[in-house]
């Protein structure tokens, strides 16, 4: 990961600010001959969106995706796939209202990256965060949807938001299908009213609040990971922080695990049909840096939106004192959206690790080792 | 951060398993005209060196580091110096005792790396976790060392630990000087007592316990960080959870932030004598992945030692069912050594994105892009 | 260099096909505060623009470039600068004429890179060489621009054809001003007739030609380039040999030099007013992979247009004997309109070895040196 | 490539001054489970030795490599093989005799990186060359036999000279046999004794001269590389013009191609029995920066050496005129001792190659997409 690519074999870069004529991502080094359609990457995009939902920022963005290279018809089956090339994606920006934002263009809002971007570069684009506005999400959200092409239907990849403020779901009643049926991304149909209710207080406040999100992957194999540096969880943390407003990650048991005896933590193996069959999954389906062939688990924190009507203490550009309410539209927990924006990170952190994995030992080797496991 | 090699312009790579002849790393990018004498790094490895209390691991090893290049006599001080190129490091383990390990040859550890390495690479060296080993941490203590080098001593670095099991210290207690009083990093006198019964009795009972660290960094002028992907956060989220048996890592306020109200977590500034000043630190010294000019704040969960002397359950490399207990010489709580490491990771990353920060926009730019701030 | 990425801290990202809706690139670690309108990228892009001459293809691309992100306007002089996000420029593709390439769906011309792609990939975007066009070149010339403004007036780059197939210019009558005169970028009055009368045989033929292109930069300071895999030189050549139909460089008196001996070779220095006084630039300007602050010399040797109208046998994808006739409209040298994509190439390689340098030396350590030189 | 470091899932990293305690080299990414042994490596750098006749450096170095890491016996053969982990490969320095240099610790000698070196880094290791010294070559040698164990006895990579000074080899004459029979890798048993006339006069004459090397690589199958940047043809070209003393390279026909029609260019392909048959080569295997199947060939130029007996005028460290005269131990013509190196640069940049293309499309798609060209 480095400024705005991010991936080894499977790459992505992603440009755009909040309030210029568009936003897009390149993606590098897919592999050719996946199908690959707008639709393919729209439907995910649609998940994103914004303008959903009284908890979300009112800027009504299509999001329509274009497909400007990398997909060419399949002489075979005269379908778009794949070529191997640059997949060149653009999503134009069509709901900006600039205006909004000219109150702010001298001042440092508390909690935005304003005064960081100032400080860096001497020059910011200020409108609606310019680059660090959460827009930018929508470009993972469109390499995401490739990368799971690349992972193949066999890597399932969902996430959900587990807390919001203090309230946290019950994982007894975790059920993924609730997760699709409210506008929360809550596995925990109880969990819902219970946010809505502290939702309309914080935004009757002018206020927001933080949330945390849990996303798992079944279906990754055993091998993927690059110790020491390039581990899976290393990746991962690094792809997860990286999402606006993200201010923790941790895999499997995670924090926890500081209160837990070696015996509790350390999850015991059997014999299973193809590999071994744990017994636990505190290690979050990684260990040693590699996969397990155990679902990889991982949350993330985010901390509340910055952008609130409550009058805040700051500076502006000139040093002087000011006071700062930030008015236009913004989600007043961004952890809602951001679920969409967890599932393509790590999209596209498995497919990277998948084809790195590949490029190291083989399908062959790859296949073999994970059946030597049991069948030797 | 790819495979065995981190960094973009101060690079990393290092190498070695835990009983093969030594272990090193090469520093790549270094900038030159730094003084460095084996002295310089020995003084952070001494504080890592396993064999130094009761509730660390028996392994005697000197860790006696070798330069092997990029340093010359100055023709100016006629002192050693950083001539800009690689800096070659070399450990060699002297107290192996490979013969501890013969039982294990087969078995796949729970909660260890055995299983995912056999899976990944078809072999593996099963001596001390080979790779997997937390001796690979020395090399990175020793290019901590001439990383912060490089800061200089404007920036000051430094870790303790805040919690062991289920015991967090005290935070109004804090005391950084008791820090390198007592053995376990602790900053809080009257935990220490605590601490210590605890390990005892995780000691005696054959098990392991987790930590938490924080690692806070000083002196960090803002404008350091490359967003979006290679964000100041995001790094030192790669860095912190590559390192051995780390489950977790968060920023400022970290998981705490989901729980807090905008008005709460968004940092109030006023105008201060160079630059603003913060009324608080909830963002731990990063915003939108770019540094504010304050300390940099972050936290790393560990899990307990996988290497317990409690027998588990398991399979071996022919897939059948076996029963581990692992004897060696093995630290009950791995958090307590982990902590020169954990500030050896965040002095490569800030090295790192300082030279980063220069390449783009030059020292003066840098200079005056600070202080605009303010004097505009 | 890796895929469709180049540079290290100044990074591009190109993407597009010969016959897809768009091309572009991506330029990620810019310096902020550089003006740039897309006026300053048009002007290079004219100069590489094709249907400009009778022989150069007659398609009409006006490659007129959009900057989508990356540029603002500055707060103190109003007019647009970089802010050091990623700045993303496209260029639609017009005159396309896709029916033109039916004929070639299935086969393999020879010379081309038709057959290379579809036995990587399987699968290939065969209108007008797709990934493999020279119409690529355009996102190079585009970044070129920007790398230009990254290294300010202080450096110019310039290339000159000095070989068009066996006739060389005159080094005696080596014209600079010359080169903007005539559509051959030649610098020697008298040649340009002896190449135009060749050009008009090739046409004629339903042939091609190759040629030889020389480029100097001057203004580069002493400093720049990474040894030892990152040598200035090893930049250079990659750089210019991924230009299409390059296939060769060489850098000051290149592949001469092997007949020279050890006294003619090394270039002698004197005293000079801030640095040495070369006596000679055998070397190119470059020195141990570092530049020498003399001029930086290169040579690219371009094969011949493999698209032709002469009939070559080949095969199909089907592996059936065919033969092929390239109709469809193509330069009959395309090195002649490869000068601005190889002073462009020049630009990029030299403004991320600018970077580079500041980043691990520092604006004021990178002046020191270059000063004590003579000076202590 | 950058700075130290090559290469990108094949990745290697040297260090190391000629007259330091020992070079050497980190292989990250190697594929695991290949036999490797010392002897391996070092019949490979036995060839590139030192002292080993009339007209190459007397120093005399055995260059005994040790493994210091990533290898480990194989649970089935017992055999060391390589584990995936970082391969850490060390030579120690025996006869350095350091104060051969102390009359030239204040002199930048023409033609060296001298001057260079002390104006990018205001500090050098001046004894040998230190960092810019061929001794460096070793590393990337022993680099290049483990290469070789990754692309497996199907891939064979020779090379010979072809050119010393004025004098080029009688193609006609090629024997590669003759290649290992004298002490030149010249492949025209006829040119040996005009070779060692010239070199006899040149050692006299306290003079060097220059040479060209060609190098082949046969069995390299069709797909390997990675358009645009990456294509095969620029990672050659950086590769090789990254060795010390070079100043060109070219692929195939290389800048003799400019003087060729696109007919005569262009290679003809008919239906073969896996694949196209080419039927001639001009391309050096090499179309769209991707392999086509035929004999991959590149030449590289090198100039002379550069420490000669002769007097030239140059400068000091304090900018003051002087005369200097290299004494001390020297090749007269480092193009002799190159040819290993040339080999084991090709065998890094193909073993790269073909890992990141089975990453990208997997063993299966690639053999298939092979296999299809006819077979379809």
């Known amino acids: 990961m480095s400024h705005n690519i991010f991936g080894h074999l499977f790459r992505v870069t992603t440009w755009g600010e909040s309030h210029g004529p568009a936003l ?46 990398g997909v060419f018809e399949d002489d075979r089956t005269g379908g778009p796939v794949t070529t191997g090339t640059p997949i060149s994606l653009m999503i134009e920006n069509v709901d900006q209202r600039s205006k909004d934002y000219s109150e702010i263009a001298q001042a440092f809002r508390p909690g935005h990256a304003d005064y960081a971007y100032f400080a860096k570069y001497g020059v910011r684009d200020y409108r609606g965060g310019g680059r660090a506005s959460a827009r930018e999400t929508a470009a993972r959200v469109a ?21 919001i ?20 991304w809550c596995p925990d149909p109880a969990t819902v009213e219970v946010w809505e209710r502290r939702l309309e207080a914080v935004r009757k406040a002018g206020s927001s609040i933080g949330a945390v999100i849990e ?32 201010k923790g990650v941790e895999i499997g048991e995670g924090f926890a695990s500081a209160a837990l005896s070696g015996e509790e933590n350390a ?4 014999p299973g049909a193809d590999g071994p069959l744990f017994l636990s999954n505190h290690a979050g389906g990684v260990l040693g840096g590699i996969s397990t062939g155990q679902s990889v688990v991982a949350r993330v924190a985010f901390k509340p939106t910055s952008s609130i009507l409550a009058p805040r203490r700051s500076i502006n550009e000139a040093g002087e004192a000011i006071e700062v309410r930030t008015k236009g539209r913004h989600d007043p927990c961004v952890g809602i959206r951001a679920a969409p924006v ?17 490029g190291q030992v083989g399908d062959k080797v790859a296949a073999a080792s994970n059946a030597r496991a049991i069948d030797d």
């Open 165 to 184: 403020g203090p309230d946290a779901v019950d994982r007894g009643r975790w059920d993924w299908a609730e997760v699709e049926r409210n506008g929360f």
């Open 215 to 246: 996303v798992e992957a079944t279906g990754v194999p055993a091998g993927w990971g690059a110790p020491i540096y390039g581990k899976l969880d290393a990746e991962l943390a690094s792809a997860l922080m990286s999402i606006n407003a993200a």
């Open 24 to 69: 897009g991502c390149v993606i590098d080094g897919c592999p050719p001959g996946l199908p690959l359609t707008p639709e393919d990457i729209q439907v995910w995009l649609d998940r994103r969106r914004p303008g959903q939902g009284k908890f979300v920022t009112q800027r009504q963005e299509p999001d329509a995706v274009r497909i400007l290279s």
């Open 342 to 358: 967890v599932e393509a990170m790590v999209a596209c952190v498995l497919a990277d690790a998948f084809l790195r994995h590949r």
């Open 267 to 270: 999850d015991e193996m059997r």
């Open 143 to 163: 390499a995401g949807a490739v990368a799971r092409k690349v992972l193949g239907p066999g890597v399932a990849i969902r996430a959900a938001l587990v807390q």
